[in-house]
């Protein structure tokens, strides 16, 4: 029976391949890529003359059902721009019309930079919250980060270097000052891991370069009790923002786990107070 194979490729150092892989990405009669150029250049590298087809996030509709229709008459492995294929890739939809179709798919592990970033980051992954890459407009971005707040997990996210700096301020403006560890040009030349806070992470990065994967610690707070004084510089500093008071309320509930109810009545006598010091 014919096969899909879902090949594992380096994310970077061309040396981080596995024979396996290797060996099918050689034997297959296809393979679809979603940068035919790098892929050249690792099949190059390993002298492999399998024949390359390209499917990219623009391309996959068009080319899914040719890949179905060749998939009843011969193996074919799908490998992404780097890394495992169908994590952030329009993989996935030719895997799951595969299988929908009988057709018998196989999986053959390689470098990730979820992962590579997850262990190198000292921070506990036994269970974590991964985002891929992050809303591209503000607006969302900021909706998706508030919605885990409260999140107990360590949080796995990815970014572009031109989007990295407005990122890291929604982040710390958002779940405040935490660990972070940056991964930037994972296993290339100038790889770089930065450890941590966000705050720290903002200024280093001031022209940042490169792919990026952050790995950020989790809500740590959730069976502590908060200070009236933490609760009300957290929320003075959301009024001096300008933000309303059911966001900053519902922002601040999360964090620190009390009511609403509690925290809205904080946020009046603050809001008074400060109105009255800076009244003339």
Do not use: C
Not at 92 to 115: D, K, T
């Amino acid at each position: 029976m014919p096969t899909l194979y879902l090949v594992g490729t380096p994310i970077g150092n061309l040396e981080d391949i596995t024979l396996r892989a290797l060996r099918i990405l050689d034997e297959v009669e296809l393979i679809a890529a979603e940068d035919t150029r790098r892929a050249r250049q690792l099949l190059s590298a390993y002298n492999i003359k399998t024949p390359l087809t390209s499917y990219y996030e623009y391309s996959s509709r068009a080319k899914l059902s040719s890949l179905l229709q060749q998939l009843q008459e011969k193996d074919i492995a799908i490998i992404s721009e780097a890394g495992m294929p169908g994590l952030n890739d329009p993989g996935y939809q030719l895997v799951n019309a595969a299988l929908h179709q009988g057709i018998r798919v196989e999986p053959v592990p390689g470098a990730s930079a979820l992962v590579t970033a997850a262990v190198v980051s000292g921070l506990p992954v036994e269970q974590f919250l991964y985002l891929g890459f992050l809303p591209r407009r503000k607006e969302k971005r900021s909706q998706l980060l508030k919605s885990i707040i409260a999140e107990p997990y360590t949080i796995i996210a990815l970014e572009a270097p031109h989007r990295i700096q407005s990122t890291l301020v929604d982040l710390l403006a958002i779940l405040g000052d935490r660990q972070i560890a940056v991964a930037r040009e994972l296993t290339k030349i100038h790889e770089e891991v930065f450890h941590g806070r966000i705050s720290e992470a903002k200024e280093w990065f001031s022209q940042p370069k490169g792919e990026f994967t952050l790995v950020i610690e989790g809500n740590r707070r959730e069976d502590e009790e908060f200070s009236l004084s933490e609760i009300e510089e957290r929320l003075s500093q959301l009024y001096h923002k300008g933000i309303k008071a059911k966001e900053a309320v519902s922002e601040v509930a999360g964090v620190t786990g009390l009511s609403k109810r509690e925290i809205y009545g904080i946020w009046v006598h603050l809001s008074e107070t400060i109105h009255k010091e800076e009244s003339p």
